[in-house]
């Protein structure tokens, strides 16, 4: 009684098909990471220089406006560069 169990192979469709999926899904979640990371359009560098611009303002509001100026400053001389 020697019995020797074998294991079914997985169809190809099986296979690739998850493997797709899992691609488009890893493409997907690193784009939007890209997305989070380019707010209003301005690269990540660029927000971090802004915030340490700005961060002696005490408040929330006020240090949102100085980012958003510096930003605003930032895209009008790219534009006046062109």
Do not use: K
Request: aromatic residues 8%; glycine residues 6%.
């Amino acid at each position: 009684m020697n019995a020797t169990h074998t294991l079914s192979r997985p169809s190809a469709a099986a296979v690739v098909i998850p493997a797709v999926l899992a691609t488009f899904i890893a493409i997907g979640l690193l784009s939007a990471v890209t997305g989070l990371f380019q707010r209003d359009g301005a690269p990540f560098g660029q927000l971090v220089v802004a915030e340490r611009a700005c961060a002696n303002h005490a408040f929330v509001s006020e240090r949102d406006l100085c980012v958003r100026s510096y930003l605003a400053g930032w895209r009008l001389q790219n534009l006046a560069s062109r």
